[in-house]
């Protein structure tokens, strides 16, 4: 049976959102030079790396899983602890 965790696949899907969108408003704000973008970018940024450490970590031995995008990864809802190797998809351990 599967054990019920906290949801950190939804938590790592908003911080790479927030992450990607701050990158675009960086990219945006220099190719025209306003400084305006800058700030809802910087904002952004700061939520993913405040999501990514205080969130982003294994639900059994609780150590912060690598901040590395990986598109195969991190596209589907399934993760592997890389320290622990417990399986798990969006809010429930399938496997430890």
Known sequence: MAKRVRDIMK???ISLAA?????TLSIIGSIFGSWWLAI???SL???FFIISFTLWRC???KRRLPLRFDIDLDLNDVYRCPYCQTKFLGGEIIEH
């Open 19 to 23: 992450l990607f969108i701050s990158l």
């Open 40 to 42: 809802p970018g910087t």
């Open 45 to 47: 940024l700061v939520i």
């Open 11 to 13: 938590y790592r899907q």
């Open 59 to 61: 639900p059994v031995c």
